[in-house]
């Protein structure tokens, strides 16, 4: 999509002054940053204007643009409803709100959104041609049609929107209309090859071959770019017994084109050319991996080449889909046989036959089935125009390669489409306290806290602490350091034993050295000695969890040295008490310090690894409501959320992440809309 809304957005109407210069500054600055795709840095900005001025509805509308070009359809919807309810009458606000809804498939919603901001600019041609859109994705065909004949009047010099028609027409299964459409098109632009490649499919699917070939030849002739017009050619001059280039033609073109490969393969079995063939078919598994029509005839070559191995576990991957498909539970039993296994080439023909016996049975239990057969491209839907991003018709074609950017051009992973950038769905960390954190200027979460900064200010210790769940490995030298710390103290322990503070300063020591039972024990001794000591419990209940964690993993050496996993059910039992044991802690912390929203999050992060869900989205929800900004406790609720089926809160709070500087959640949202 790249600058496509954020540019439409701008010619629809411009934005008039608002506010101060200091809030004008701040906005521009974000709209800079939204036109150079650095939509992660926009959104910070514009949340600045909305905190400093909340009535205004120019940067939700902006704060929207970022979160679409990141993926987040569903906080731009919110953000937009937000601007139409401090400002009825922007017509960009609509426009941007249809736009997410139709991203969402909301498309009554969009279309509506859409009609709404053509009241106020009735001849804009970018929202004509965005609801004209969502009323094709809609199906709505005449919809679509009749915008797009009100389209073609105020754009009467595009030839292409008779393309645009023709392919509507189709949809309306009007084939005597979009080639009568077609026709107009070649007349009016002959050089232009998508109106002989489109008139050569309707030719192709009537089965008049001749006039097919005549306009792929044309389209051809014409510099088509397009792989589908190639392949096409080739099955047509294939059942002309013409056994030409044009595969290998499409190959070059487009060597990722699993449907070439499989033609091309198809074609060199016929021919006997079967190392070849096999060649292709196993690139087109390899590329597309649920052509289990290429898996059946990459099989069946495997036999002839005496690769009965490889055949063996192709046919019995198609019968893991196709449980009833009895060629390849005959196709085992031959490639068994052949390996001299008659006993299981045995069990496989006799389930063939079971199958074969009960077919009446099966056919009305399952509609499963696998067909075989030459694919012939449809060229019409893939020459769409690039503007409009619509579906594939045909899922053997290649995907227009405009939307086909999986990685961000930019070395720095919050600069671009952010949501393309993998991750993992694991929760953000616990928060703790330490002398040395990653600076993160992205994230809101507020990391300051009164009684940490009036310790630091006392100088108790030799470091002053941080509040971070970003911890930063240590190097040699560093190591070094704290070991030599953890001397020092200890001198120091000798002459005033009863020191609460020295003793929590060694237990941070023992910590950062991996030594937590021994940070521990210093901690108990602290909390003891002062019995108030927030810190210190705050501290314990983070080692003590680390400590467990460690445990789970663990390896220990039996009594001959011989390492082995520590017993299961031993460390379970231990895991409950000590889990136990932190959460006192955490609730100690909350009676102390009860605006201490870390303890919470913590806790509700715990809580999580004990299923209990509902539970720990009450902690998150109590951190949240400590720090409205605390954007790990947005994303680790949405993840709970999400876990537990309740998909809108948790895509709320994943994009409430990503808002306050989680940038991998836009990752998660992209992910979950696929999948569902």
Same mark, same amino acid.
């Given at each position: 999509?790249?600058?496509?809304?954020?540019?439409?957005?701008?010619?629809?109407?411009?934005?008039?002054?608002? &506010?101060?210069?200091?809030?004008?500054?701040?906005?521009?600055?974000?709209?800079?940053?939204?036109?150079?795709?650095?939509?992660?840095?926009?959104?910070?900005?514009?949340?600045?204007?909305?905190?400093?001025?909340?009535?205004?509805?120019?940067?939700?509308?902006?704060?929207?643009?970022?979160?679409?070009?990141?993926?987040?359809?569903?906080?731009?919807?919110?953000?937009?409803?937000? &601007?139409?309810?401090?400002?009825?009458?922007?017509?960009?606000?609509?426009?941007?709100?249809?736009?997410?809804?139709?991203?969402?498939?909301?498309?009554?919603?969009?279309?509506?959104?859409?009609?709404?901001?053509?009241?106020?600019?009735?001849?804009?041609?970018?929202?004509?041609?965005?609801?004209?859109?969502?009323?094709?994705?809609?199906?709505?065909?005449?919809? &679509?049609?009749?915008?797009?004949?009100?389209?073609?009047?105020?754009?009467?010099?595009?030839?292409?929107?008779?393309?645009?028609?023709?392919?509507?027409?189709?949809?309306?299964?009007?084939?005597?209309?979009?080639?009568?459409?077609?026709?107009?098109?070649?007349?009016?632009?002959?050089?232009?090859?998508?109106?002989?490649?489109?008139?050569?499919?309707?030719?192709?699917?009537?089965?008049?071959?001749?006039?097919?070939?005549?306009?792929?030849?044309?389209?051809?002739?014409?510099?088509?770019?397009?792989?589908?017009?190639?392949?096409?050619?080739?099955?047509?001059?294939?059942?002309?017994?013409?056994?030409?280039?044009?595969?290998?033609?499409?190959?070059?073109?487009?060597?990722?084109?699993?449907?070439?490969?499989?033609?091309?393969?198809?074609?060199?079995?016929?021919?006997?050319?079967?190392?070849?063939?096999?060649?292709?078919?196993?690139?087109?598994?390899?590329?597309?991996?649920?052509?289990?029509?290429?898996?059946?005839?990459?099989?069946?070559?495997?036999?002839?080449?005496?690769?009965?191995?490889?055949?063996?576990?192709?046919?019995?991957?198609?019968?893991?889909?196709?449980?009833?498909?009895?060629?390849?539970?005959?196709?085992?039993?031959?490639?068994?046989?052949?390996?001299?296994?008659?006993?299981?080439?045995?069990?496989?023909?006799?389930?063939?036959?079971?199958?074969?016996?009960?077919?009446?049975?099966?056919?009305?239990?399952?509609?499963?089935?696998?067909?075989?057969?030459?694919?012939?491209?449809?060229?019409?839907?893939?020459?769409?125009?690039?503007?409009?991003?619509?579906?594939?018709?045909?899922?053997?074609?290649?995907?227009?390669?405009?939307?086909?950017?999986?990685?961000?051009?930019?070395?720095?992973?919050?600069?671009?489409?952010?949501?393309?950038?993998?991750?993992?769905?694991?929760?953000?960390?616990?928060?703790?306290?330490?002398?040395?954190?990653?600076?993160?200027?992205?994230?809101?979460?507020?990391?300051?806290?009164?009684?940490?900064?009036?310790?630091?200010?006392?100088?108790?210790?030799?470091?002053?602490?941080?509040?971070?769940?970003?911890?930063?490995?240590?190097?040699?030298?560093?190591?070094?350091?704290?070991?030599?710390?953890?001397?020092?103290?200890?001198?120091?322990?000798?002459?005033?034993?009863?020191?609460?503070?020295?003793?929590?300063?060694?237990?941070?020591?023992?910590?950062?050295?991996?030594?937590?039972?021994?940070?521990?024990?210093?901690?108990?001794?602290?909390?003891?000695?002062?019995?108030?000591?927030?810190?210190?419990?705050?501290?314990?209940?983070?080692?003590?969890?680390?400590?467990?964690?460690?445990?789970?993993?663990?390896?220990?050496?039996?009594?001959?040295?011989?390492?082995?996993?520590?017993?299961?059910?031993?460390?379970?039992?231990?895991?409950?008490?000590?889990?136990?044991?932190?959460?006192?802690?955490?609730?100690?912390?909350?009676?102390?310090?009860?605006?201490?929203?870390?303890?919470?999050?913590?806790?509700?992060?715990?809580?999580?690894?004990?299923?209990?869900?509902?539970?720990?989205?009450?902690?998150?929800?109590?951190?949240?409501?400590?720090?409205?900004?605390?954007?790990?406790?947005?994303?680790?609720?949405?993840?709970?959320?999400?876990?537990?089926?309740?998909?809108?809160?948790?895509?709320?709070?994943?994009?409430?992440?990503?808002?306050?500087?989680?940038?991998?959640?836009?990752?998660?949202?992209?992910?979950?809309?696929?999948?569902?």
């Amino acid at each position: 999509m790249k600058k496509l809304l954020i540019i439409a957005f701008y010619l629809i109407c411009q934005f008039s002054a608002v &506010a101060q210069w200091n809030t004008d500054r701040i906005l521009t600055i974000g709209q800079n940053a939204l036109y150079f795709e650095d939509y992660v840095l926009s959104i910070q900005y514009f949340n600045q204007v909305i905190k400093i001025k909340p009535y205004l509805a120019e940067p939700y509308i902006y704060r929207a643009i970022a979160k679409i070009e990141l993926g987040d359809y569903q906080g731009a919807d919110q953000d937009c409803s937000e &601007a139409i309810e401090r400002n009825p009458f922007m017509p960009q606000a609509y426009y941007t709100r249809g736009f997410a809804r139709k991203r969402m498939k909301y498309y009554p919603e969009a279309i509506a959104d859409f009609s709404k901001a053509l009241e106020f600019s009735p001849n804009n041609l970018n929202l004509l041609l965005n609801r004209m859109d969502a009323y094709e994705n809609n199906k709505d065909y005449s919809g &679509a049609l009749s915008d797009l004949d009100i389209y073609i009047k105020l754009n009467p010099k595009n030839n292409n929107l008779m393309y645009e028609k023709g392919i509507l027409q189709l949809s309306l299964k009007d084939t005597i209309a979009a080639q009568k459409t077609f026709d107009q098109f070649i007349n009016a632009d002959s050089t232009n090859y998508l109106a002989w490649s489109a008139r050569g499919l309707i030719r192709m699917q009537k089965n008049d071959l001749d006039g097919a070939l005549n306009d792929y030849n044309q389209a051809i002739k014409r510099k088509s770019a397009y792989v589908g017009d190639y392949i096409n050619r080739g099955i047509i001059n294939v059942q002309k017994k013409n056994y030409n280039h044009d595969y290998n033609s499409g190959i070059k073109l487009d060597n990722k084109n699993a449907l070439a490969y499989y033609n091309r393969g198809l074609l060199r079995a016929n021919l006997g050319d079967n190392n070849n063939a096999l060649a292709d078919l196993k690139k087109v598994v390899e590329l597309d991996t649920a052509n289990y029509e290429a898996l059946l005839s990459k099989a069946s070559l495997e036999i002839s080449l005496g690769n009965y191995k490889n055949a063996i576990a192709d046919y019995k991957q198609i019968i893991g889909k196709y449980q009833y498909f009895i060629p390849a539970y005959l196709g085992v039993a031959e490639a068994e046989a052949a390996r001299g296994n008659q006993k299981a080439a045995f069990q496989y023909r006799q389930m063939a036959d079971n199958i074969e016996k009960n077919k009446d049975y099966i056919a009305k239990k399952s509609k499963n089935e696998l067909k075989t057969g030459n694919k012939i491209v449809d060229a019409t839907n893939q020459q769409r125009s690039r503007n409009k991003n619509t579906d594939l018709f045909n899922r053997f074609v290649a995907q227009n390669p405009d939307d086909n950017e999986s990685e961000s051009k930019y070395s720095d992973v919050t600069r671009g489409a952010v949501q393309d950038n993998y991750t993992d769905v694991v929760n953000e960390r616990n928060f703790v306290i330490s002398y040395y954190a990653k600076n993160d200027e992205i994230r809101r979460t507020n990391v300051y806290y009164p009684s940490l900064e009036l310790y630091n200010k006392q100088k108790k210790i030799s470091s002053a602490l941080k509040i971070t769940n970003n911890e930063i490995p240590l190097t040699a030298e560093l190591i070094d350091t704290h070991f030599e710390a953890i001397n020092n103290i200890s001198t120091k322990l000798a002459g005033d034993a009863n020191n609460a503070d020295i003793y929590f300063n060694r237990a941070l020591e023992f910590a950062l050295v991996q030594d937590f039972n021994s940070a521990i024990d210093d901690l108990n001794k602290a909390i003891f000695l002062r019995p108030d000591f927030m810190l210190a419990y705050f501290c314990r209940a983070n080692i003590r969890y680390k400590l467990v964690d460690y445990q789970k993993n663990s390896i220990v050496s039996d009594s001959k040295g011989v390492k082995e996993k520590v017993k299961k059910g031993d460390i379970e039992n231990q895991s409950l008490f000590d889990v136990e044991l932190i959460m006192r802690d955490y609730d100690k912390i909350n009676a102390l310090a009860p605006d201490f929203s870390f303890a919470y999050y913590n806790k509700a992060n715990i809580l999580c690894t004990q299923k209990d869900f509902r539970t720990a989205i009450l902690n998150y929800s109590k951190a949240i409501e400590i720090d409205p900004d605390f954007a790990e406790a947005y994303f680790n609720r949405g993840l709970t959320y999400l876990f537990i089926g309740e998909d809108a809160k948790g895509l709320n709070d994943l994009s409430k992440s990503g808002e306050l500087g989680i940038y991998k959640a836009y990752n998660l949202i992209q992910r979950f809309k696929k999948g569902n």
